[in-house]
């Protein structure tokens, strides 16, 4: 898994280099979204508050992200992509499908269908132990 997760670091560095793991997966977490609170992005990612805080403030000085209020609760600011953010995401998005695509060309299929299981039965683990 440590392999994993710096191959992953070193190919989001490559698929675009101002965009790093952490940037790409708040990106496109907002985007699946439609939007989120940053408390809502802590608590998502099991980070600290101050963490987010720096990596959205980062964001925004880049103009990938802005805060709107909140349309039930003006008291709370929402992050939502900009034209910059959503743009940068489709690239980096296309560039990481392409990526696969390469390297899992020569793949039969019968690996590609048991790798695409393991990667579903792995990402709907919630974390709890079953009783």
């Known amino acids: 898994m440590t392999t994993f997760a710096r191959r992953a670091r070193a190919s ?14 708040l990106l496109s977490h907002l985007e699946e ?11 998502h990612y099991a980070l600290d508050k101050s963490t987010v805080s720096r990596q959205v403030a980062a964001l925004e000085r880049a103009g990938l992200i802005e805060r709107r209020p909140d349309p039930e609760d003006h008291r709370v600011q929402v992050l939502h ?5 959503r743009r940068i995401l489709a690239q980096v998005t296309e560039n990481r499908q392409a990526a696969f695509r390469e390297r899992l060309a020569d793949w039969p299929e019968e690996d ?14 919630s974390g709890e132990t079953p009783a």
Request: hydrophobic fraction near 40%.
């Open 81 to 85: 992509l900009t034209d910059a953010g």
């Open 33 to 43: 979204r439609d939007g989120r609170r940053a408390t809502d992005l802590a608590a």
């Open 12 to 25: 989001a560095g490559r698929l675009h280099p101002e965009l790093s793991l952490v940037s790409y997966t």
């Open 112 to 125: 590609l269908q048991r790798f695409a299981a393991y990667l579903e039965r792995y990402n709907s683990w």
